[in-house]
């Protein structure tokens, strides 16, 4: 999220600089990082698929668990959210084809690695947790030190007031087009922002109050997240927020044009899509 630099023209094309190559660089490393520690995750979260709140929980208790059931002779996954409890079978508890089932919380296709393995999950998770912590904190401190933090991401006042057709236009697929594309819009701040600054370190913090180690040395960590069971769920959902994150994320790449989108985030270069295209196109 490099500041963006001086725009070049080509025939009708405005195109500017509008990701540095420590940028870029930082993205694709850290989506490889996530997609490891997401799917390890998954693998280490199968091994006790139950989540539970509080210092004092019970763990016969869970606030959310994901099983299997034998029901008329079949297996049923069963997926349980505090007092209400869902048929998930084909996807959660219980996936595969008839016959062949495979009871487990999460799929084969959705951990790493694919079998029953929580030994190597664990060395999957640490290793790309050690390269995800100093990659945020170096981006961290590149977008604080450099500037770029008060320039790219932290809201104007005068854009607040907008919010609301901002909201409607990215609804309807209608986005940014000309010198308003130049720059990141309030919902990509926000969004932005609540990653960086919010979901990213929760998950580091939680993820270290679940190690003994460290809260021996830091006992505080308790504390702050109402004990080892509390952090576990809050890192949990930590995790399913930075995937519905990259969801929407995608999604809009996809709607607001891949080809261009892709190329800022690999050469740097974004072609700013021409203002007049707008009233012609039904989507824009």
């Known amino acids: 999220m490099s500041a963006m630099h001086h725009p070049t023209r080509d025939r009708s094309k405005t195109v500017i600089r509008r990701h540095s190559l420590f940028t870029r660089l930082w993205h694709w490393l850290t989506v490889l990082c996530l997609v490891i520690l997401l799917m390890s995750g998954l693998q280490i ?77 664990r060395q999957w998770h640490f290793l790309a947790a050690w390269l995800f912590v100093p990659l945020l904190v170096a981006y961290l401190l590149y977008l604080v030190i450099g500037g770029r933090l008060r320039r790219r991401l932290l809201p104007r ?68 997240f109402g004990g080892r069971q509390s952090a576990r769920t809050l890192h949990f959902l930590c995790a399913v927020a930075l995937l519905a994150f990259f969801v929407i994320h995608v999604s809009m790449v996809l709607a607001s044009g891949v080809v261009n989108n892709l190329r800022s985030m690999i050469t740097g270069r974004y072609v700013l899509p021409p203002e007049e295209e707008s009233r012609h196109d039904p989507t824009s």
Request: no cysteine; proline share 7%.
């Open 45 to 121: 979260f199968n091994a006790h698929p139950a989540l539970y709140w509080g210092k004092d929980s019970h763990f016969d208790s869970p606030a959310l668990s994901i099983g299997a059931e034998r029901q008329d002779g079949e297996w049923r996954g069963i997926t349980q959210l505090g007092g209400w409890r869902f048929d998930t079978t084909g996807l959660l508890g219980v996936s595969g084809p008839e016959g062949d089932r495979d009871r487990r919380a999460f799929p084969a296709w959705a951990t790493l690695p694919g079998p029953r393995w929580l030994a190597m999950g």
């Open 157 to 224: 006042t005068t854009e607040w007031r907008h919010l609301g057709t901002l909201l409607i236009d990215h609804l309807r697929l209608r986005f940014p087009r000309g010198e308003a594309a130049r720059h990141y819009n309030l919902l990509q701040k926000l969004a932005y922002l609540t990653v960086l600054f919010v979901l990213a370190p929760l998950v580091v913090l939680t993820g270290l109050t679940m190690s003994p180690t460290m809260d021996a040395a830091w006992p505080w960590l308790l504390d702050v």
